[in-house]
Each structure stands twice: as C-alpha cells, then as structure tokens.
C-alpha cells in the first residue's frame, strides 16, 4: 500500500523559510515523477513544483508563481521528497501535498499546513 506523509509545514512570518518533507512507502519515489502541490480553499490543486524520475534525468519544474523562491529536492536513500520555501509570500499559504506528477487520485495523503503571515 503505498503512502506519502507529509510534514514540516507551519506558522511563518513573510519573508521567512520552511523546508517541508514526503516520505514515501510501498514504493520507490525515485523510480516516479514526483511533485509538490498546494491548495487553497476554493481553489483547485495546483503543482508548484515537480522533479522527473532518476532514469528520466530528475529534470526540474517550478510554476512561475514560485520560481527562484522554492526548491525541489529528493534523498533516494530516505525516499523522500523536499521543498525548499524561501522567500515566503502571503499567497503561499495553502495545504502542501505531495504526490506523483501527473497526481495518483489514491495517493494523497493529509498534507500540511503552511500559513505566512504578513
């Protein structure tokens, strides 16, 4: 069964950093197109950040809104999956998921809080 917890979300001043984490089990996030997605309410799901397969190279892609601010990153050993937020804005306060890209409907988990305040 597989399953992607996510953590390391919070309460943060703009400007300020968060490093969010998805550990994956019962498969291996490496062999898979990966991604970082947030929510608001109201609004659809959208993927800010995505990194391809190992065998595909782990290419690299950030929506615009978050470009030069967050960073993907994966540790294969830990099979886990890392966002680097930098830079915080207001708007980036949303629910943080991860998942597969394009996403698995079976996938998501409970995904975490991330809230900037101005």
């Known amino acids: 069964q597989v399953q992607l917890v996510e953590s390391g979300g919070g309460l943060v001043q703009a400007g300020g950093s968060l490093r969010l984490s998805c550990v994956a089990s019962?498969?291996?996030?490496?062999?898979?197109?990966m991604g970082w997605y947030r929510q608001v309410p109201g609004k659809q799901r959208e993927l800010v950040a995505a990194?391809?397969?190992?065998?595909?190279?782990?290419?690299?892609n950030y929506a615009d809104s978050v470009k030069g601010r967050f960073t993907i990153s994966r540790d294969n050993i830990k099979n886990t999956v890392f966002l680097q937020m930098n830079s915080l804005k207001v708007e980036d306060t949303a629910v943080y998921y991860c998942?597969?890209?394009?996403?698995?409907?079976?996938?998501w988990g409970q995904g975490t809080q991330v809230t900037v305040t101005s």
């Open positions: 019962g498969v291996i996030s490496s062999v898979l197109d």
């Open positions: 990194v391809a397969a190992v065998r595909r190279g782990s290419n690299i």
């Open positions: 998942n597969t890209n394009p996403p698995n409907v079976g996938f």
